[in-house]
């Protein structure tokens, strides 16, 4: 990578904002202990699938460059409430292997300073405290390494450096084809967007006291919405059930993978306290087009009984894979909530799969 493609050396970074850090023994790190230090920014959180896909090159970059002079930080920024519980980044830490320095950004101080706009977005900083390279989403893995090891070699011209990782999924991969999905959806009456939750009801959102909602007929549910029926709670970022069993979700959807962000709780006093019913995890049952999954399509997170029904546990708030498609498609979503209290904030999707002849299809997309 030519140097010619960094940033010139105009925008200094700022200092970081209050909160507290873990994976380190200092109670706050300045810009100033980061002097002749290639420092990598990497803004997240750690319920959002860009940000998670992009956690195992970032790992993988501290443990090759940390002894070369590069610095990695993490700037957790949580897009839920639940996010701003320590003990819950601190689970996201041990279950995804993160050792490198990470800011809790409750009050996104160090968000706003940075002026950043989503998740995940990375800055390389060099030795002089100059703003470099800035990458916004997954992807771009390949240039920012070079771009890593260029601000490194300007730091020490000698540094012997190792050739650039290849791709650590297939989908990565130069020529892998990704598709247009059906946008992220929110639960919450207070969800992303101008519009708040994606519930498609015809009673839409009623906040002062739980409803109950009939299922409208599959003629009437389109992509882009989902469907709920039984008893249910609307919190500002959360739908959560409040009977004792058997509320569905039915969610119409185009994607290769389906992944939810579900809690045992949408109480965050419960869901701090660990202040569950039961010493058993709540479970939700997983069907796709009227069938439970098949191992060959079940997500990371699903798991089955002896009767073959497909499930997830919800043992704490945090994003769950339901659905693992192998290739892109339209497919309908069934949900059965078994347990009162359950709580989902929102699905996600994950289009990107190897090279097939469906590239040429219309809604193919490059690949970063």
Same mark, same amino acid.
Request: proline letters at 8%.
């Given at each position: ?12 970074m700022p200092e970081f904002g209050p909160g507290s850090w873990l994976n380190t023994n200092q109670t706050t ?80 101080? #160090? ?52 050739d650039v990782l290849p791709p650590l999924r297939e989908e990565d991969a130069p020529g892998a084809v990704c598709?247009?999905? #059906? ?71 185009r994607a290769a993978t389906v992944n939810a962000v579900l809690s045992p709780s949408a109480d965050m006093v ?9 010493? #058993?995890?709540?479970?939700?049952? *997983? ?6 999954? #098949? ?6 997170? *699903? ?66």
């Amino acid at each position: 990578m030519s140097d010619l493609l960094l940033e010139p050396r105009i925008v200094r970074m700022p200092e970081f904002g209050p909160g507290s850090w873990l994976n380190t023994n200092q109670t706050t790190i300045s810009k100033s202990q980061l002097r002749e230090h290639v420092v990598l920014l990497d803004f997240w959180d750690y319920t959002c699938i860009n940000c998670i896909r992009t956690l195992p090159y970032l790992t993988r970059w501290h443990e090759r460059y940390h002894d070369k002079g590069l610095i990695v930080i993490g700037v957790h920024a949580p897009e839920f409430k639940f996010g701003q519980i320590q003990t819950q980044l601190e689970a996201a830490l041990h279950e995804y292997q993160i050792t490198y320095p990470i800011l809790l950004d409750n009050n996104y101080e #160090t968000w706003s300073r940075f002026a950043n706009k989503a998740w995940p977005t990375k800055y390389l900083i060099d030795g002089q405290g100059y703003i470099r390279f800035r990458r916004q989403g997954e992807g771009y893995y390949r240039e920012t390494e070079e771009a890593i090891q260029v601000l490194l070699k300007q730091q020490s011209p000698d540094l012997a450096l190792p050739d650039v990782l290849p791709p650590l999924r297939e989908e990565d991969a130069p020529g892998a084809v990704c598709y247009r999905p #059906t946008p992220e959806l929110y639960a919450g009456y207070q969800g992303g967007g101008l519009f708040g939750g994606a519930l498609g009801n015809p009673d839409g959102y009623q906040p002062q006291s739980p409803v109950f909602y009939d299922m409208p007929p599959g003629k009437e549910r389109q992509e882009g919405q989902f469907y709920v029926s039984g008893v249910w709670q609307a919190w500002p970022e959360a739908l959560a059930f409040a009977g004792q069993s058997g509320g569905q979700v039915v969610l119409p959807y185009r994607a290769a993978t389906v992944n939810a962000v579900l809690s045992p709780s949408a109480d965050m006093v419960e869901v701090a306290l660990d202040l569950r019913p039961s010493a #058993t995890d709540p479970l939700i049952f *997983v069907q796709q087009d009227g069938r439970f999954l #098949t191992p060959h399509i079940a997500g990371a997170d *699903v798991e089955f009984a002896a009767n073959g029904q497909s499930y997830v546990r919800v043992n704490r708030p945090r994003l769950y894979q339901l659905v693992r498609n192998p290739r892109y498609a339209a497919h309908d979503l069934t949900l059965t909530f078994a347990a009162p209290g359950l709580a989902l904030y929102a699905f996600t999707f994950t289009t990107c799969i190897t090279p097939t002849p469906a590239a040429n299809h219309p809604n193919a997309i490059r690949t970063k």
